[in-house]
């Protein structure tokens, strides 16, 4: 086990690596329908609404990797003055997402064609279960700053915001750019949910030789989120009649 200033040390630029390759995922799963929008449903510029959601869940990644960036460079101070521009950036992330949301399930697709082929449209139930996940963003991000006293506790939920409820768009996106892999879409997403989630357990374990509490509940409960919301709640008659209320 790391001794424990070269384990604070290794702690510390885990959350920038981990950070930046969430950062790299996002862009992989984003650029192509960007760079190449022969293949996408509507053709660019985005809409307004979109392009806001867009630009405000990109300058929360960024903020939050500069974050991770200030307090492994020791600059605290700073950190917490630019803590208050992440709050507000996760505020209209959670405002954004779920009006982006509706606005696809009324289209029946998405507007990049990775989600939902052209041709080719899902229902509003299936489409408006994302809802959830900026329903648990938003849990995640207000626990962390309510414990940004106890820095242990903070950075493994507002790291737990991103590997969880984040990640699942870019994931999609990924798989819906192979057609080979659509069909196994089922079988890829809590895989990859469940990888990610593991991140914080193992890192604690290697570098500590125990793993904290909230990595591990905390990774223990988003995966139940997702599977409650995915198989138990979103295929229900209630879930889907609401879901087609809300977009009339």
């Known amino acids: 086990m790391p001794t424990t ?9 885990f959350y920038v690596g981990v950070t930046s390759v969430l950062v790299g995922l996002n862009l992989a799963a984003f650029g192509p329908s960007l760079i ?16 806001a959601h867009a630009a405000v869940s ?3 990644l960024l903020v939050f990797l500069a974050q991770t960036i200030l307090v492994a460079t020791g600059r605290t101070a700073v950190h917490r003055q ?9 505020v209209a992330l959670v405002a954004t997402g779920p009006l982006v949301a509706i606005g696809e399930a009324r289209r029946g697709f998405d507007l990049s064609g ?8 899902q229902s509003a139930g299936t489409l408006l279960s994302v809802l959830f996940l900026f329903v648990l963003f938003g849990l995640l991000v207000a626990g962390a700053v309510w414990y940004r006293r106890r820095p ?19 994931v999609a996106h990924l798989v819906g750019h192979w057609d080979a892999l659509r069909p196994l879409a089922g079988l890829i997403f809590p895989i990859a949910n ?21 990595s591990l509940w905390g990774a ?14 979103a295929p229900t008659p209630a879930w889907q009649d609401f879901a087609e209320w809300l977009v009339r």
């Open 58 to 60: 990109a300058a929360w």
């Open 194 to 214: 469940a990888v990610l989630l593991a991140v914080l357990p193992i890192h604690d374990r290697l570098t500590r030789g125990r793993i904290h509490p909230v």
């Open 114 to 121: 990775d989600l939902v082929p052209r041709g080719t449209s």
């Open 36 to 51: 190449e929008p022969s293949a996408r449903a509507v053709p660019l510029p985005l809409t307004a609404l979109v392009g």
């Open 220 to 233: 223990i409960m988003v995966f139940i989120w997702f599977i409650v919301t995915f198989v138990v709640v």
């Open 5 to 13: 200033s070269r384990r604070r040390g290794l702690d510390r630029w």
């Open 152 to 170: 242990e506790v903070h950075k493994r939920l507002m790291l737990l915001a991103i590997l969880g409820p984040l990640m699942g768009a870019p």
């Open 82 to 90: 630019l803590g208050i521009a992440g709050v507000l950036l996760a």
